[in-house]
């Protein structure tokens, strides 16, 4: 239930960003994954430049997975999130 809520929130915030925006977060968030997120341990914080705020990997990755599906529907992120997205969306409304 934590990834729905993270993707519900990633769905709020980059409605509000233009897709340059949008498309630099996500960007941002596969650069730090490339050396691990840790998204078994939630005390692990992490930051980014184009967000304010601290996150945990698992929310990063679930920041990233609605990135992607925003910036193209038919990315598969291989997160294995595509069922915790679509229940994000429900929640949304989207």
Known sequence: MDVVMYMTGALE???KMD???LAT???EI???GESGL???DPAKRYTLKSLSGD???LQLLSMMHVGLKQIDPSID???GLDAEYDAARKMAGK
């Open 19 to 21: 897709k340059q925006q």
């Open 77 to 79: 992120s291989q997160s």
């Open 38 to 40: 840790s998204i078994n």
């Open 30 to 32: 596969a650069k730090l």
């Open 13 to 15: 915030t980059f409605e």
């Open 55 to 57: 996150f945990s990997g």
């Open 25 to 27: 977060t996500v960007f």
